[in-house]
């Protein structure tokens, strides 16, 4: 690989990295397992890089995490654990929120981690790859390689499970 490879994956590649480990930490749920699948996706990518033929790089290797998570998963056999949303769900404040609205909301986000975590594998990453890193439904498809109206289905049925785990009413869009 030629110097100018290196910096174009660097430029293309390494942005990205954030959403990797947020994707590999909600599918292994444990921070170690996802570093070390995003080091190891990362390598693969970099390893790889002369096969990528341009197009969305983000889905590119969000794809290859998924895949190492996946694998690691089945190696590891890794026992289902909490993760928590803080990471991935800013907070704002227009100043110093009271003690009332702390809790609340640290209750609040705490009641969504568990709900999501409840979901089977493949519905939790299609939340997480839409409602998180926000990806298109095309990009989604890329990433866990089905079908866009199978990201779709699984999405609905994804979010009706959370309505269902939080209690929510469930309305079909029209």
């Known amino acids: 690989m030629t110097q100018g490879d ?8 390494l942005p990205h990295l954030d959403d990797a480990y947020t994707l590999a ?45 996946l694998n690691s998963r ?12 803080t990471d991935a769900i800013d907070v704002s404040a227009d100043g110093v929120p009271g003690a009332d609205a702390v809790a609340i909301q640290a209750s609040e986000r705490a009641r969504v981690n568990r709900a999501v975590n409840e979901l089977p594998v493949e519905f939790r990453e299609v939340v997480v790859l839409r409602e998180l890193q ?12 089905v079908p866009i109206g199978t990201v779709m289905s699984r999405l609905a049925r994804a979010r009706r499970r ?12 029209s």
């Open 25 to 69: 930490r909600y599918l292994l749920r444990d921070e170690h397992d996802a570093q070390d699948a995003v080091q190891e996706a990362a390598l693969r990518a970099f390893r790889y890089f002369d096969g990528y033929s341009g197009g969305d790089a983000r889905a590119w290797l969000l794809a290859i995490v998924r895949n190492c998570a």
């Open 134 to 145: 926000d990806l298109s439904y095309k990009e989604i498809g890329d990433v866990l390689g």
């Open 162 to 173: 959370l309505a269902t785990l939080l209690g929510a009413d469930v309305r079909e869009a």
């Open 74 to 85: 089945r190696r590891n056999r890794v026992e289902e654990q909490t993760v928590s949303f």
């Open 6 to 13: 290196v910096q174009r994956f660097e430029r293309v590649v």
